[in-house]
């Protein structure tokens, strides 16, 4: 089965909507929660008057920072703790300020609106300009400034290095806010019962969300079951914990009744927290042959008005990953991470990686337009060599498993009919009635199947391991219990053919359930492209001990030694007999018959697998993009989009694409439409999809799909994860696109969102 | 997205949505297709207390030859605009508009009266109405008057209706195998102009053309059309689409970008003829 496009166990109730999201479920008594959102980026907090609001039909109450004080503080980055509430002062548009529960969502709304917040504003620092301005007032206590966090990634710089390179130039690259924009937004429901609770939320990881709950409120954790049942999408940005989380559970508590958080859109991006919003500034030295000898990075990242302990550090993950798929002998990294008052920065698909990746492949773009050499060339010069693999990055502990980066590369090129499409180029830029012509090139490598316990629990998680449970039914069908959460990757069709080729049984006859505490053991969640890597790794070795155990039972069955038997169909055969054999079912059901089996077996057949990681994993490949640009508009077309991945072992080849697909259209969305904006007071100027560039079908082009398949030798599957390749590959794919259309004019960067406006601009400023 | 509480009255007929809209004052609406009106109920922009819907008042939806002119009734639908046979025949440049609405569901829903009603400075009918020398007809207490469309948008989203009137019909001037062009330039697919142009052409060299997303309201590209009246080739006379326009200069697009895509689709519009 692995390697089979099967279609998805999933779709059949998503596709009839008979999916169960948060807010389809209904319990007794329930109440409504919504905020009361900040209307002032950086202000005090002079005074909260909900005399209005409590008066309203239906309305149960309205609580303020004060009420919550008893609670910790949620997850937080040490000594920089946020609290569920603005206290005393807002930080950005947007913040909760106070909480109102009623007994309907519309009751709950116009009372929100009837609470009186009464502020005195405070300087604004909507962008990172104002924010490290000599005159800056700082955002957040107990920070005395706005520079939260300052990092020397590496140790030495590059200063000698960069000055021995006989070529060098200097960059600076914008990697804009984004946000995450899932199709279900934020949803929590909580339910407090006697001396325990149950929570369904729309989350990435209900283990950690559990313990995190438990830990808040002082119970022992067996009293805490979370949920996430049908996750309408999550990109990372349901990997944050939210104020809601625990506000939901405690107002439960406190009313007796159950209460549901549902964002509506416009709460939502504000709300939820964004990703991306890096300035990096870049120096690089070369030779005459385009190969780079140094890299030297500075970056800034906007991690808005809170910090989120996630998102403080993200440029660490960017840093590792600036090599991208060289040989760069030498790099050195720092970063800030700086308070705005903007909603704040977390993670967001690729997390940190697809920042690195859009850097060093504009990085080699600038190096070949410099030199006047084509970008396929000096990419070329550069790629790492299949034999070099394992590679050891300039990085210690980051080390790249088997690829073959360059065939990636010539697959591509094959793929684009890139020669000719550089004499098309040639073609069209004499020709004043044609459109611009413009290829873009995407060598990339990211980082995935996070990952080894002792880097993954920085992150605040248990381990970086995954469960699985499995149990064979008593007619030979299968339950798996698997440890990830999954939002629309399909674990429950993957998972199932790990299952079904492992254990010899149909992949009708595999059901994989996940997102429940009080169901599933002790798992990590999904995030970081872990689902095959690890959860898939984890899931196979359940089944490779499952399949063990009937292995011993079957040769108790046919009175012959385990290693004499050999797997048929659907059971197991003595060796050269044929007529010694006996079906999967007639194991199990003899599993469960104690006096039939030796003294001393174990019933049932079932396991439960704990898969550590040895190492992350490396998904590469190389992405192309062809783009027309119009001439007197600046408007770009995408007119095709070409994919090489190389995710190791292919499990799903359809779910597999999918993953492709979605993330390079959130790549293509990036590099062309979307941004979260502020003004210059702080206030979001994309709060609804009207404003924020979203695209649509229309607006995307039809996607080539190739892969080339090395295994990964860091884990048994062979797989590497392909969750956010996509995105990591396709912005610079996109923009090295237009800046080549536009290159003969003179034109050495556009920064994303490279909209109409922005080309035209960049066209007109450099003819 | 929850809009603020309201009631609502379904209309059984244009005599009882008028005495309604009499009743209520300032705080009611009328209900056509929805679409504009409730995403502003839903982000509050408007909280109307009251609801009137039209939406049921067949003998509104209508599309008719009077002479040479074709009367429009407004709650014809977007998509009914695209298809009807007589639409296309003799103002084609309406259903030219039409099909560049939003997706099919808003086409379904939204209707001719309520775009031109709402009056936002970037609806494509209003370009297409506006360049067929569109005479909006409008019914009030003290009877029926006509506004023509040049007069009819007064500001961002106002018009010359009164609270207590109800667009009847949109009349529009037959252009019957004339040449006309609807380009309209947005950021998605699927999506508000951010500039758009409606030209219409007429006997004697004389072409409407017409522009949203350059000001306040749609409006008529004057200058351009007196240069084509005056026999300046196309090419020079879009070159003077934005004279006399004040772009909105935002995060959508700068006043100056607006301006030269106005030219750009004034060009394209005047060349496809
Ligand atoms: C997702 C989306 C995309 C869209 N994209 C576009 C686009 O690309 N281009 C475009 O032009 N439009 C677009 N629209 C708007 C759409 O065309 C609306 O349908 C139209 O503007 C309003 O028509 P309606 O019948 O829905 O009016 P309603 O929303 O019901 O009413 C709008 C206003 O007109 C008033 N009104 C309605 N009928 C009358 C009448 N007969 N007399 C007096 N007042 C009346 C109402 O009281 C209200 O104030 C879009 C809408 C949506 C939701």
């Known amino acids: ?767 | 997205m929850i809009p603020a509480g309201f009631s609502y009255v379904r209309a059984g007929s244009v005599e009882q949505a008028l005495a309604e809209l009499a009743r209520h004052g300032v705080d009611v609406r009328l209900l056509a297709g929805g679409h504009s009106l409730l995403p502003a109920m839903k982000l509050r922009r408007v909280e109307p207390g009251v609801l009137v819907d039209i939406g049921r008042l067949r003998e509104l939806a209508y599309v008719r030859l009077d002479g040479d002119r074709v009367v429009v009734g407004p709650l014809t639908t977007h998509r009914t605009l695209e298809r009807d046979p007589l639409v296309a025949e003799h103002v084609p440049l309406l259903a030219a508009a039409a099909r560049r609405i939003g997706d099919p569901q808003v086409r379904n829903r939204g209707t001719i009266g309520g775009s031109l009603a709402h009056a936002d400075p970037a609806a494509d009918l209003a370009a297409a109405v506006l360049a067929l020398d569109g005479v909006l007809v409008a019914r009030g207490p003290s009877g029926v008057r006509d506004i023509p469309a040049a007069e009819f948008f007064t500001g961002v989203r106002t018009s010359a209706l009164a609270a207590d009137e109800l667009l009847v019909e949109i009349r529009l001037r037959a252009a019957t195998g004339l040449g006309y062009a609807f380009e309209k330039f947005s950021r998605r697919a699927l999506d508000w102009a951010v500039v758009g142009v409606a030209a219409q052409a007429r006997p004697e060299g004389r072409t409407a053309v017409a522009l949203i997303g350059m000001g306040p309201t749609p409006l008529r590209a004057g200058a351009v059309e007196e240069a084509l009246a005056a026999g300046v080739p196309a090419a020079e006379a879009s070159a003077l689409a934005a004279r006399g326009c004040a772009p909105a200069d935002n995060a959508v697009a700068s006043a100056a970008y607006r301006a030269h895509l106005a030219e750009v689709l004034v060009g394209r519009a005047l060349a496809a003829l």
């Open chain 1, 1 to 767: 089965m692995i390697g089979s496009a099967v279609p998805r166990k999933e779709d059949a109730a998503l596709l009839t909507g008979r999916g169960t999201f948060v807010d389809d479920i209904q319990r007794p008594g329930l109440l409504h929660m919504v905020y009361v959102q900040s209307t002032e980026a950086h202000a005090l907090i002079t005074g909260i008057d909900t005399s209005a609001a409590t008066t309203l039909p239906g309305v149960v109450g309205v609580w303020t920072a004060e009420d919550f004080a008893e609670l910790p503080a949620r997850p937080s980055v040490p000594g920089l703790e946020r609290h569920y509430l603005a206290g005393d002062k807002v930080h950005y548009v947007g913040e909760p300020v106070a909480v109102v529960v009623a007994a309907d969502r519309y009751a709950a709304a116009d009372a929100a609106r009837a609470v009186e917040v009464t502020y005195e504003p405070l300087p604004v620092m909507a962008t990172l300009e104002a924010a490290l301005a000599p005159d800056a007032v700082p955002i957040f206590a107990p920070l005395p400034g706005n520079v939260a966090l300052e990092q020397p990634v590496t140790p030495d710089g590059v200063a000698a290095e960069l000055d021995a390179a006989p070529r060098r130039l200097r960059a600076r690259l914008v990697n804009q806010r984004v946000a995450g924009a899932p199709l279900e937004p934020y949803g929590v429901l909580a339910d407090w019962v006697g001396n325990g609770v149950t929570v369904w939320a729309t989350v990435q990881a209900p283990h950690r969300v559990r313990a995190e709950i438990a830990q808040v409120f002082g119970l022992a954790r067996h009293l805490v079951r979370v949920v996430a049942p049908d996750v309408g999408g999550a990109f990372g940005v349901k990997s944050s914990f939210m104020p809601e989380l625990f506000l939901a559970p405690e107002l439960s508590r406190r009313l007796g009744r159950p209460v549901k958080f549902v964002e509506a859109r416009r709460e939502h991006m504000t709300h939820t927290y964004h990703g991306r919003d890096q300035v990096q500034e870049v120096e690089v030295g070369f030779d005459e042959n385009g190969v780079i000898l140094a890299l030297d990075v500075t970056i800034t990242v906007n991690i808005g008005g809170v910090p989120d302990p996630v998102g403080i550090g993200l440029p660490t993950l960017t840093s590792y990953m600036l090599g991208g798929c060289y040989r760069i002998p030498k790099i050195a990294a720092r970063y800030r991470s700086v308070l705005t008052n903007t909603t704040p920065t977390a993670s967001y698909r690729g997390a940190g990686r697809p920042e690195a990746s859009f850097l060093i492949e504009r990085v080699v773009d600038l190096v070949a337009l410099e030199l006047g050499k084509d970008p396929a060339e000096v990419r070329k010069v550069n790629l790492i060599g299949p034999e070099q693999m394992p590679y050891q990055t300039p990085f210690e502990g980051i080390v790249y498993d088997e690829a073959d980066y360059p065939a990636a590369l010539e697959l591509l090129l094959g793929e684009l009919d890139y020669d000719a499409l550089r004499a098309e180029q040639e073609r069209r830029r004499a020709d004043p009635g044609a459109r611009l012509l413009g290829v873009g090139l995407s060598t990339f490598v990211e980082m995935a199947g996070f990952g080894p316990t002792p880097l993954f629990e920085q992150f605040g998680y248990l381990g970086g391991w995954e469960s699985a449970n499995l149990r064979l039914q008593p007619d030979g069908s299968v339950i798996v219990l698997v440890g990830t959460a999954p939002h629309g990757q399909g674990h429950q069709t993957a998972m199932a053919q790990i299952v079904a080729d492992e254990l010899g049984v149909p992949f009708e006859a595999v059901s994989v359930l996940y997102g429940d505490t009080a169901v599933v053991q002790e798992g990590i969640g999904t995030m970081g492209s872990r689902g095959m890597p690890v959860a898939g790794n984890a899931v196979r070795q359940a089944a490779v001990e499952v399949a063990d155990q009937a292995r011993r039972i079957a040769a108790h069955l046919l009175e012959a030694d385990p290693d004499d038997l050999v797997r048929v169909g659907d059971g197991f055969q003595v060796k050269g007999v044929p007529d010694a054999a006996v079906p999967l079912a007639a194991v199990v059901e003899r599993s469960f018959k104690p006096h039939l089996l030796p003294e001393g077996t174990r019933l049932g057949l079932e396991s439960t697998a704990y898969y550590e990681p040895k190492n992350l994993s490396y998904p590469s490949g190389a992405h192309g993009c062809v783009v027309e640009v119009e001439r007197d508009t600046g408007r770009v077309h995408v007119v095709r989009y070409v994919c090489v991945d190389d995710c190791g072992t292919v499990i799903n080849p359809m779910t597999a694409r999918g993953q492709v697909h979605g993330g390079v259209a959130q790549g293509i969305a990036q590099a062309l439409y979307e941004k979260v904006s502020f003004d210059a007071e702080g206030r979001p100027l994309a709060a609804s999809l009207e404003e924020y560039m979203l695209p649509g079908m229309l607006d995307l082009p039809r996607y080539e799909t190739h892969h080339i398949e090395t295994r990964s030798s860091f884990n048994p599957l062979g797989v590497k994860g392909i969750g956010e390749a996509g995105a990591t590959a396709a912005p610079q794919a996109v923009v090295n696109a237009v800046v080549d259309a536009l290159a003969h004019l003179g034109v050495r960067d556009v920064e994303m969102p490279c909209t109409p406006e922005r080309v035209w601009k960049a066209m007109h400023h450099a003819s």
